[in-house]
């Protein structure tokens, strides 16, 4: 389970124990609707990463990191990015054209985490929208199957644990005491078992999944 101090990053710790509920924060403004662009070279800038960089390209991160043979999703300010045109770009891990399982009992906005095939899936009513390989617990600290709703959100939030801490984790959401869905710096062996029972995804995915979600949207974990 990832335990963590419950704090945005801008704030000092509460005095409540770490397992107590903290307070809600307001959730941030959504990323602003970006406009279809060819592809090419792109200089990146402070705070962007390569999901807003696709986004302003209208093509998909991956095929971004696919392009520049990235390791992760790690990138820095004055970095040269070829960027695919949209038309040309492969398809990826993350389109939703690719098998899925059936859509969970439901309406509205969910998320599907299957920890047979360690992939997460968004779906909108009974349609697919996004699906991305994650890494959810090692079998020491499983996590638990069930369906939940996330209550509690950050941009930026620290974890900590039984010999660990990692600061700034980003696009924390928290659907089952301290289990949450959350972007991922530390390693990008995703399809694999990595964690304390939160389910880590890519910093890209994370960051999609956290605009397009809000309090309240429904988790499904199955085995």
Known sequence: MCSQTRYPRSSTPPPAAPTDTPALTDTPAPT????????????????????????KYNVSWTAI???????????????RLTVPDAASAP??????????????SGEGKR?????????????EGDTLVRTTLVSTGLWQ??????????YLRYTAANMRGP???????????????????????WHSNFGTP???GCVNMPTAEAEWAYYWSDYGTPVIVQP
């Open 32 to 55: 602003d609707t970006p406009a279809p662009a060819t592809g090419g070279v792109h200089i990146v800038q402070p705070g962007e990463t390569l999901f807003k960089i696709g986004l």
């Open 65 to 79: 990191q696919a392009a520049n043979g990235l390791a992760d999703t790690r990138i820095y300010a004055g970095q």
């Open 91 to 104: 398809p990826t891990a993350s389109d939703p054209a690719a098998s899925s399982p059936p859509p969970p």
């Open 111 to 123: 998320f599907l985490v299957d920890l047979s095939e360690q992939r997460l899936y968004a779906y």
């Open 141 to 150: 600290y499983p996590t638990p199957p069930g369906t939940y709703y996330v």
């Open 163 to 185: 010999g660990y801490f990692l600061p700034d984790v980003p696009y924390v959401m928290y659907f089952y005491q301290s289990y949450g869905l959350h972007g991922t710096y």
């Open 194 to 196: 990595m964690s304390h």
